[in-house]
């Protein structure tokens, strides 16, 4: 009998065959082919994010629009966002919640005055989407938009290598969403991203993607960047990334996500998963998501057991690895609330062996997004 995991049929993005050409080393993830380095490598090509300019496909994340009245109120019922104090425009960091109080999965809301546009993760779409249409009342509709593709231009360079081709995104203040043509492609465009970076994520037709890419590709200053680069660049930024470091079992107060929660839903607590999320701000979590550098070089990978120096299990490390404008190992993790503090001694067993760590405070290189 055929193994389905090995039988198993990947989706492709729209740039698919751009990948190949440019020389990109294709994997799984999420379900999608998707490219997780280049031949310039994932050391230069993080590197070269943080002092010029990288484009990422994120096409396989889900996309989505919901429209009719009462659509920002029907979405609060999945999460502890202020959407209805969205303003058009303007673009908000989210998490859809389960009715036990973990995170079903982060995504991010758009007022674009008539719709509000989402984006969810690939690995979630699937669960996302079914939830967000089974809370809404009649007149509001929730349309995948499964033809459109989605790209990030990130870096201190992305935006003024941008404005060539379309000078309007300049005035884009970080979180800011409009409209504009790029390389006659209509585009929505966001000033936001997953690298700590300034820059942009654009969302585009589907059939126009690689003539985009190619336009974007050509900017001086602009090169390719895979799934490596990107790990290793939200990791630095203290970005989660959802099935390592939040998942159904995590809630906003254990992950250190409270500021999502808007100050008027802190009142009425009408969301979903309330209960836990309450009681775990009053009460504290009995653990909670931290920033940790290991001693010396060598890096701990997600799942390493987190020990107190010489003692009992205290959590376990949910991303790791080197940070190379860090210049070292960095990790984050669950731990006991008792040793979260910054400067808490670790001990992170590597292959059965205590490396010695401390606590750090998250992010390991400092947000440069534009204000």
Known sequence: ??????????????????????????????????PVQYPAGIMQEHLHCRAAASLFDVSHMGQAELRGEGAAAAL?????????????????????????????????????????????????????????????????????????????????????????????????????????????????????????????????????????????LAL????????????SLRLEAGLCLYGNDIDETTSPVEANLTWTIGKRRRTAWDFRGADR????????AARLRVGIRPEGRQPARGHTPIHAPGGEPVGEVTSGGFGPSLGGPMAMGYVARGHAADGAPLELMVRGRPLAARVAPMPFTPHRYAR
């Open 220 to 231: 001086p200053g602009v090169q390719p960047a895979g799934l490596g680069a990107r790990d």
């Open 76 to 216: 609060e019922r999945l999460t502890p966002a202020d959407v209805q104090g969205l303003k058009p425009g303007r673009q908000r960091y989210g998490l859809l919640m389960t009715e036990s109080g973990g995170i079903l999965d982060d995504f991010m809301v758009a007022n674009l005055g008539d719709r509000l546009f989402l984006v969810v993760n690939a690995s979630r779409k699937h669960l996302d989407l079914p939830a967000i249409a089974a809370v809404l009342p009649a007149g509001v509709t929730l349309a995948p938009l499964a033809d459109r593709a989605l790209v990030a231009l990130q870096g201190p360079g992305a935006v003024a290598a941008l404005a060539t081709l379309a000078p309007g995104i300049a005035g884009l203040s970080f979180m800011g969403v409009g409209a504009f043509d790029i390389a006659g492609v209509p585009c929505l465009v966001s000033r936001s991203g997953y690298t700590g970076e300034d820059g942009v994520e654009i969302s585009a037709p589907a059939e126009a993607a690689e003539r985009l890419a190619r336009a974007l």
């Open 277 to 284: 999320v309450r009681a775990e701000l009053d009460g504290g």
């Open 1 to 34: 009998m055929a193994d389905s995991a090995a039988a198993e049929v990947l989706h492709e993005t729209p740039l698919a065959s751009l990948h190949r050409e440019l020389g990109g080393r294709m994997v799984p993830f999420a379900g999608y082919s998707m």
